[in-house]
């Protein structure tokens, strides 16, 4: 069993910075970061794929976010700079097992991770 516990969020000012964490159980070849605000679809904010150093971002954070994993702490770090009012929602991590290129990660659909933290929020006041 996965288990994924995600820290670091909180209340931040427009152009302020956070570092999310996710202490990880298991190591999976693919993991990402999804976002979910209120009365939206839960979106794929980063993904990466051990092994490859190959990463995944979506439009609205590239520039902004980086996705790093150390494997010595068993953590995934999500570092968010020049944060916008829009980045705010709940943030969660998740792992996919089963899959075998980082193109068959990255970009995948949230039906596509069996495995998700509780969840942290972000809120960025303009």
């Known amino acids: 069993q996965v288990r994924l516990v995600e820290s670091g969020g909180g209340p931040v000012q427009a152009g302020g910075s956070l570092r999310l964490s996710c202490a990880y159980s298991?190591?999976?070849?693919?993991m990402g970061w999804f976002r979910q605000a209120p009365g939206t679809e839960r979106e794929q904010v980063a993904s990466?794929?051990?092994?490859?150093?190959?990463?995944y971002y979506a439009d609205s954070v590239k520039g902004r976010f980086t996705i790093s994993q150390d494997d010595a702490k068993n953590t995934l770090y999500l570092q968010m700079n020049n944060l916008k009012p829009e980045d705010t929602a709940q943030y969660y991590c998740?792992?996919?097992?089963?899959?075998?290129?980082?193109?068959?990660?990255?970009?995948?659909?949230?039906?596509?991770?069996?495995?998700w933290g509780q969840g942290t929020q972000v809120t960025v006041s303009s």
């Open positions: 990466i794929y051990r092994g490859t150093g190959g990463t």
């Open positions: 998740a792992a996919s097992a089963g899959q075998r290129s980082p193109d068959s990660c990255f970009g995948l659909t949230p039906e596509g991770f069996g495995y």
């Open positions: 298991l190591y999976i070849h693919c």
